[in-house]
Every structure is written in C-alpha cells, then in structure tokens.
C-alpha cells in the first residue's frame, strides 16, 4: 500500500512539473491605441519602420512568411509580397507601386512562422504596427489579427481582433495603426507564447488600401518567477520520493 501511495505522490509531483512549465500567461486585450494619418507625404512615418522586428526578413526569430491570395495591382508589384523588408517602398503614382507595396481590394492572407528553435516557449508580444501609403484615398487600413499558440498544438489559430485604421484622403498620404496592451501600451506583452501571428486584410473604404508594411515587437517568452518556483517545488517532490524509495529498499 505503501508503495502505491509513493508512487501516487510521484506521478501527482511530475504532472505538477509539466503543468507549471505549460500554463500560459494570462492574454491582456489587444486594442488600437494610435491611428496617425499624414497628407501631402507618403514617407511620413518611413522612418519609424522596424528591419529587425520579429518578423522582418533576415532576423533570426522569423521562421518563414507565408501568403495567400495575392493579387497585383501592377506589373512593377513584387510577385510575393510577405510585407516584412523593414521598407516603406517609395513614392508612386496612381498607376505604379514600387518597392514593398500591394494594392489590395480583397482578402490577403499573410502569416509569419517564428523560430521557436531559439524560444521553445515562443514570443511575447508587445506592439503592432502597420503601413499604408499612396496616392488618391488607398491608406484606409481594415485587418485582423490571428495567433497561434506554442501550447495549444500549432496551426490552431486565434483572433485578437479586427482594427480599422481610417482614410488620411487627399494627394500624397500615408497611415500607421498601433496596437498594443490595453492596460500599459507599449511597455508589457498582450499576449505570450506565440509561435507564428498572422494578419487577413479586408476591403477598405473609400478605396483599396496600399500595404506597405507590418511590424512585430516582442520578445522570447521566459517562465515567470512563480511558475518556476510550482516547477522547483514539483520537481523537489519527485527526487524526494525517490530518495525515500531508495532508502526503503
């Protein structure tokens, strides 16, 4: 009897291991805390684009960008535009888009893979940006954002919402959405353990919107201070019930 409950006490010690190295983080709100729209300049928030977010071309904690649906608006458009090149293209004209950016009146559907091979834990994120720029009324900005989670078997996305960004109108414009934690923007992560994010456009008004960019700010997700202490305590009951196993052989 004596052996079953040791063993009992074992197997409860190791799930309470696992457990607390695999609760998630509780998820804040994800919300639109700026829409800032510029007349007269297309390159007006050029310079706050990220080449080294999480999800910019080249950086190490990006997997793969995968896209679905495109559809150039002309022959000058990139023929896989992912939205990730740290670029604002350049200026255009109604008829011309150069650089990163895509006409879109439709569904585009983009999502980065992040390399969870150097965060098994996946990331925490903390900010989202997004990009418009162009000629004649195309930097209405309408999206969703989807995760998925490193805990809940990949591939099994979830929505953080849908954001609509409005028209900066006239010649010459350009737009940027900021979504971050609805209790201190910018400063802690709105979601954790995200293994790849993805954004779905939908139609704009009063015209299609040119995408320019998308931005990812985070970090790899660490276990936090009290989950590794259940971890600690779980895993001290393990080797403790084996010690006393060993001397009652």
Same mark, same amino acid.
């Given at each position: 009897?004596?052996? $079953? ?11 309470? *291991? ?5 609760? +998630? ?111 004649? $009324? ?64 939908? +139609? ?18 660490? +276990? ?21 196993? *060993?001397?009652?052989?």
């Amino acid at each position: 009897m004596k052996s $079953n409950r040791t063993s009992a006490n074992s197997v409860l010690a190791s799930v309470i *291991t696992v457990i607390a190295f695999v609760i +998630p983080s509780a998820h804040a709100a994800l919300i639109r805390t700026a829409n800032d729209s510029a007349f007269f300049n297309q390159q007006a928030y050029a310079g706050t684009i990220l080449a080294n977010d999480l999800i910019g071309q080249g950086t190490t904690t990006l997997l793969n960008a995968v896209q679905a649906n495109y559809a150039p608006y002309a022959d000058s458009e990139p023929a896989n535009t992912i939205l990730n090149d740290g670029s604002n293209g350049a200026d255009t004209n109604p008829s011309t888009n150069i650089g990163s950016a895509f006409d879109s009146d439709g569904i585009f559907t983009v999502t980065y893979n992040l390399n969870l091979t150097i965060a098994t834990l996946g990331y925490d994120l903390t900010r989202i940006r997004s990009y418009a720029a162009h000629f004649d $009324n195309r930097t209405g900005q309408n999206y969703s954002v989807l995760v998925d989670y490193v805990n809940d078997g990949l591939g099994n996305f979830v929505s953080l919402g849908s954001f609509i960004g409005t028209n900066a109108g006239g010649v010459h414009q350009a737009s940027r959405v900021t979504l971050e934690n609805d209790v201190s923007p910018g400063l802690t992560a709105f979601t954790s353990g995200v293994a790849a994010i993805q954004f779905i456009t939908a +139609p704009a008004t009063p015209a299609a919107t040119v995408w320019r960019e998308f931005d990812v700010e985070g970090v790899a997700t660490v +276990p936090e201070p009290s989950t590794i202490l259940f971890g600690m305590i779980g895993t001290a009951g393990i080797f403790s019930r084996r010690n006393r196993n *060993t001397r009652n052989a």
